[in-house]
Protein backbone atom coordinates (compact mmCIF):
# COMPACT_ATOMS: atom_id res chain seq x y z
CA UNK A 1 0.00 0.00 0.00
CA UNK A 2 1.20 3.26 -1.13
CA UNK A 3 1.90 6.26 1.64
CA UNK A 4 -1.34 8.49 2.18
CA UNK A 5 -0.14 9.75 5.76
CA UNK A 6 -3.20 8.06 7.21
CA UNK A 7 -4.36 9.15 10.95
CA UNK A 8 -6.02 5.76 12.64
CA UNK A 9 -7.62 6.15 15.15
CA UNK A 10 -9.19 2.83 16.92
CA UNK A 11 -12.46 3.63 19.48
CA UNK A 12 -13.39 0.89 21.54
CA UNK A 13 -16.30 0.08 23.66
CA UNK A 14 -15.33 -1.45 27.07
CA UNK A 15 -18.83 -1.11 28.62
CA UNK A 16 -19.82 -4.07 30.42
CA UNK A 17 -21.97 -5.83 27.44
CA UNK A 18 -18.63 -6.18 25.73
CA UNK A 19 -17.27 -8.54 28.50
CA UNK A 20 -20.05 -11.03 27.34
CA UNK A 21 -18.49 -14.43 25.56
CA UNK A 22 -19.49 -18.08 24.82
CA UNK A 23 -16.40 -18.70 22.37
CA UNK A 24 -13.78 -20.56 23.63
CA UNK A 25 -10.13 -18.46 23.99
CA UNK A 26 -7.48 -19.88 21.31
CA UNK A 27 -10.32 -21.68 19.55
CA UNK A 28 -9.07 -20.28 16.26
CA UNK A 29 -5.08 -19.90 16.43
CA UNK A 30 -5.20 -17.26 13.62
CA UNK A 31 -6.82 -14.61 16.22
CA UNK A 32 -3.27 -15.15 18.52
CA UNK A 33 0.20 -13.69 18.47
CA UNK A 34 2.58 -15.95 20.45
CA UNK A 35 6.13 -16.49 21.48
CA UNK A 36 7.07 -13.15 19.18
CA UNK A 37 6.20 -15.20 16.39
CA UNK A 38 4.66 -13.56 13.01
CA UNK A 39 1.91 -15.48 12.13
CA UNK A 40 0.55 -14.70 8.39
CA UNK A 41 0.32 -10.40 8.48
CA UNK A 42 -0.21 -10.21 12.65
CA UNK A 43 1.70 -8.34 14.60
CA UNK A 44 5.79 -10.06 15.28
CA UNK A 45 4.86 -8.99 19.19
CA UNK A 46 2.90 -11.11 21.60
CA UNK A 47 -0.61 -9.11 22.18
CA UNK A 48 -2.63 -11.33 24.85
CA UNK A 49 -6.58 -9.63 25.03
CA UNK A 50 -7.39 -9.00 28.65
CA UNK A 51 -9.26 -12.38 29.15
CA UNK A 52 -7.01 -14.65 27.33
CA UNK A 53 -5.88 -16.45 30.10
CA UNK A 54 -9.15 -16.91 31.19
CA UNK A 55 -11.63 -19.51 29.14
CA UNK A 56 -13.93 -17.62 27.57
CA UNK A 57 -13.00 -15.25 24.48
CA UNK A 58 -15.26 -12.01 24.99
CA UNK A 59 -15.98 -9.44 22.36
CA UNK A 60 -13.93 -6.54 24.24
CA UNK A 61 -11.23 -9.49 23.44
CA UNK A 62 -12.18 -9.65 20.17
CA UNK A 63 -12.32 -5.59 19.59
CA UNK A 64 -9.00 -5.10 21.31
CA UNK A 65 -7.37 -7.49 19.01
CA UNK A 66 -8.68 -5.72 16.01
CA UNK A 67 -7.36 -2.63 17.05
CA UNK A 68 -4.10 -3.65 17.97
CA UNK A 69 -3.52 -5.21 14.91
CA UNK A 70 -4.96 -2.26 12.77
CA UNK A 71 -2.70 0.09 14.55
CA UNK A 72 0.18 -2.57 13.30
CA UNK A 73 -0.79 -2.25 9.74
CA UNK A 74 -1.05 1.48 9.82
CA UNK A 75 2.43 2.12 11.84
CA UNK A 76 3.88 -0.99 9.26
CA UNK A 77 3.00 2.03 6.36
CA UNK A 78 4.18 4.84 8.20
CA UNK A 79 0.68 6.17 9.11
CA UNK A 80 -0.43 7.37 12.26
CA UNK A 81 -2.40 5.13 15.35
CA UNK A 82 -4.05 6.55 17.68
CA UNK A 83 -6.76 4.97 20.48
CA UNK A 84 -9.61 5.56 22.45
CA UNK A 85 -11.73 3.45 24.85
CA UNK A 86 -14.69 4.09 26.44
CA UNK A 87 -17.78 3.55 28.35
CA UNK A 88 -20.01 6.24 30.15
CA UNK A 89 -16.89 8.35 29.48
CA UNK A 90 -13.56 8.48 28.04
CA UNK A 91 -11.40 6.40 29.76
CA UNK A 92 -8.19 6.66 27.88
CA UNK A 93 -7.30 8.47 24.41
CA UNK A 94 -4.13 8.49 22.87
CA UNK A 95 -3.53 10.88 19.87
CA UNK A 96 -2.65 9.19 16.84
CA UNK A 97 1.75 8.83 16.67
CA UNK A 98 3.65 6.46 14.28
CA UNK A 99 6.71 6.80 16.80
CA UNK A 100 8.24 3.54 17.35
CA UNK A 101 6.81 2.81 20.24
CA UNK A 102 3.38 3.73 19.53
CA UNK A 103 2.13 0.12 19.43
CA UNK A 104 3.81 -0.70 22.44
CA UNK A 105 1.80 2.13 24.47
CA UNK A 106 -1.45 0.63 22.24
CA UNK A 107 -1.19 -2.70 23.19
CA UNK A 108 -0.68 -2.20 26.88
CA UNK A 109 -3.17 0.16 27.02
CA UNK A 110 -5.50 -2.44 25.60
CA UNK A 111 -4.47 -5.29 27.64
CA UNK A 112 -6.22 -3.50 30.64
CA UNK A 113 -9.22 -5.22 32.39
CA UNK A 114 -11.81 -2.77 31.74
CA UNK A 115 -14.39 -1.44 34.68
CA UNK A 116 -17.21 -2.80 33.04
CA UNK A 117 -19.53 0.46 33.42
CA UNK A 118 -22.42 1.37 31.80
CA UNK A 119 -21.87 2.77 27.79
CA UNK A 120 -22.80 6.43 26.50
CA UNK A 121 -21.72 5.74 22.69
CA UNK A 122 -22.98 8.91 20.82
CA UNK A 123 -22.19 11.48 23.65
CA UNK A 124 -18.07 9.97 23.47
CA UNK A 125 -18.44 10.07 19.69
CA UNK A 126 -19.50 13.44 20.23
CA UNK A 127 -16.28 14.48 22.40
CA UNK A 128 -14.41 12.32 19.99
CA UNK A 129 -15.04 15.03 16.66
CA UNK A 130 -14.47 17.57 18.88
CA UNK A 131 -11.13 16.42 20.20
CA UNK A 132 -9.62 15.06 17.16
CA UNK A 133 -7.57 18.51 15.01
CA UNK A 134 -6.82 15.94 12.00
CA UNK A 135 -8.75 14.25 9.54
CA UNK A 136 -8.66 10.95 10.27
CA UNK A 137 -10.01 7.22 9.81
CA UNK A 138 -12.22 6.30 12.82
CA UNK A 139 -12.77 2.71 13.40
CA UNK A 140 -15.11 2.01 15.83
CA UNK A 141 -15.32 -1.51 17.54
CA UNK A 142 -18.83 -1.92 19.74
CA UNK A 143 -21.65 -4.19 20.20
CA UNK A 144 -23.67 -0.52 19.98
CA UNK A 145 -25.81 -1.68 22.51
CA UNK A 146 -27.10 1.52 23.46
CA UNK A 147 -29.59 4.35 22.21
CA UNK A 148 -29.31 4.37 17.88
CA UNK A 149 -30.57 8.05 18.11
CA UNK A 150 -27.83 8.86 20.51
CA UNK A 151 -25.18 7.12 18.29
CA UNK A 152 -26.49 8.29 15.15
CA UNK A 153 -25.95 11.98 16.57
CA UNK A 154 -22.19 11.03 17.68
CA UNK A 155 -21.26 9.75 14.36
CA UNK A 156 -23.50 12.50 12.16
CA UNK A 157 -20.82 14.96 14.56
CA UNK A 158 -17.90 13.26 13.29
CA UNK A 159 -19.08 12.63 9.43
CA UNK A 160 -19.80 16.65 9.87
CA UNK A 161 -16.20 17.49 10.79
CA UNK A 162 -14.82 15.57 7.74
CA UNK A 163 -13.85 12.00 9.18
CA UNK A 164 -14.12 8.89 7.21
CA UNK A 165 -15.40 6.21 9.74
CA UNK A 166 -15.47 2.59 9.63
CA UNK A 167 -18.62 0.55 11.98
CA UNK A 168 -17.65 -2.74 13.30
CA UNK A 169 -20.48 -4.18 15.05
CA UNK A 170 -19.06 -7.36 17.24
CA UNK A 171 -21.75 -9.88 18.77
CA UNK A 172 -20.71 -13.33 20.30
CA UNK A 173 -22.18 -16.17 18.20
CA UNK A 174 -24.66 -16.76 21.07
CA UNK A 175 -26.00 -13.16 20.59
CA UNK A 176 -26.10 -13.62 16.95
CA UNK A 177 -27.93 -17.73 16.77
CA UNK A 178 -29.83 -17.36 20.35
CA UNK A 179 -29.05 -21.30 20.49
CA UNK A 180 -30.21 -21.78 24.30
CA UNK A 181 -32.56 -24.65 25.00
CA UNK A 182 -33.84 -25.30 28.37
CA UNK A 183 -34.80 -22.85 31.36
CA UNK A 184 -32.21 -20.47 31.93
CA UNK A 185 -31.28 -17.00 33.87
CA UNK A 186 -30.19 -14.30 31.73
CA UNK A 187 -28.31 -11.92 33.46
CA UNK A 188 -29.34 -8.63 31.72
CA UNK A 189 -25.65 -6.11 31.62
CA UNK A 190 -25.51 -3.03 32.34
CA UNK A 191 -28.37 -2.89 35.52
CA UNK A 192 -30.61 -4.51 33.43
CA UNK A 193 -31.83 -7.15 35.96
CA UNK A 194 -32.00 -10.72 35.52
CA UNK A 195 -35.08 -13.00 33.91
CA UNK A 196 -35.76 -16.69 34.69
CA UNK A 197 -37.60 -18.25 31.22
CA UNK A 198 -37.72 -20.60 28.96
CA UNK A 199 -35.28 -19.27 25.41
CA UNK A 200 -37.14 -21.17 23.07
CA UNK A 201 -40.40 -19.04 23.46
CA UNK A 202 -38.59 -16.18 23.18
CA UNK A 203 -35.98 -16.87 20.07
CA UNK A 204 -38.01 -15.72 17.54
CA UNK A 205 -38.85 -12.26 18.80
CA UNK A 206 -35.57 -11.95 20.23
CA UNK A 207 -33.98 -12.46 16.55
CA UNK A 208 -36.36 -10.05 14.81
CA UNK A 209 -35.62 -7.52 17.62
CA UNK A 210 -31.95 -8.18 16.80
CA UNK A 211 -32.04 -7.62 13.35
CA UNK A 212 -34.24 -4.53 13.83
CA UNK A 213 -31.84 -3.07 15.66
CA UNK A 214 -29.00 -4.18 13.10
CA UNK A 215 -30.61 -2.82 9.85
CA UNK A 216 -31.16 0.34 11.73
CA UNK A 217 -27.70 0.63 12.86
CA UNK A 218 -27.16 -0.31 9.09
CA UNK A 219 -28.93 2.33 7.63
CA UNK A 220 -27.81 4.95 9.60
CA UNK A 221 -24.54 4.31 8.61
CA UNK A 222 -25.67 3.83 4.88
CA UNK A 223 -27.32 7.30 5.01
CA UNK A 224 -23.83 9.08 6.09
CA UNK A 225 -21.60 7.08 3.65
CA UNK A 226 -20.31 5.21 6.46
CA UNK A 227 -18.91 1.53 5.77
CA UNK A 228 -20.77 -0.75 8.67
CA UNK A 229 -19.41 -4.90 9.15
CA UNK A 230 -21.19 -6.74 11.71
CA UNK A 231 -18.54 -9.30 12.96
CA UNK A 232 -18.85 -12.75 14.94
CA UNK A 233 -16.29 -12.96 17.80
CA UNK A 234 -15.97 -16.54 16.70
CA UNK A 235 -15.02 -15.71 13.50
CA UNK A 236 -11.36 -15.22 12.06
CA UNK A 237 -9.94 -11.59 12.39
CA UNK A 238 -8.85 -11.77 9.14
CA UNK A 239 -12.43 -10.67 8.32
CA UNK A 240 -11.84 -7.46 10.16
CA UNK A 241 -8.66 -6.81 8.84
CA UNK A 242 -9.82 -7.45 5.01
CA UNK A 243 -12.68 -4.70 5.41
CA UNK A 244 -10.17 -2.53 6.91
CA UNK A 245 -7.99 -2.83 4.01
CA UNK A 246 -10.98 -2.39 1.68
CA UNK A 247 -12.18 0.60 3.70
CA UNK A 248 -8.24 2.31 3.58
CA UNK A 249 -7.86 1.63 0.02
CA UNK A 250 -10.88 3.78 -0.39
CA UNK A 251 -9.86 6.55 1.37
CA UNK A 252 -6.71 6.40 -1.38
CA UNK A 253 -8.95 7.42 -4.22
Known amino acids: LEETNLHLISVVDASESMGFGTVEAGADGGWRMENGKERSS ?4 IFHPPSSAASTWT ?5 TAIAAS ?3 MAIQQQDAAGLAIFDSAMIRFFKASNSPGQWKIITQELQQVPRWNKTNTGKILGQLAEKLTHRSL ?5 DFFDDLESIENGLRHLRYKKHEIMVFQILDPAEIQFPFQ ?5 KGLE ?5 LTEPRSLREAYLEQLRQFTDGLQKVCRGMHIDFVRMNSGAPLDVALSSFLAGRAATMK
Do not use: N, Q, R, W
Not at 42 to 45: D, F, H, Q, R
Not at 59 to 63: L, W
Not at 191 to 195: F, Q, R, Y
Open 70 to 72: LSY
Open 182 to 186: DVTMF
Open 42 to 45: SPSS
Open 59 to 63: KYDHA
Open 191 to 195: EMGEL
Open 138 to 142: IVILS
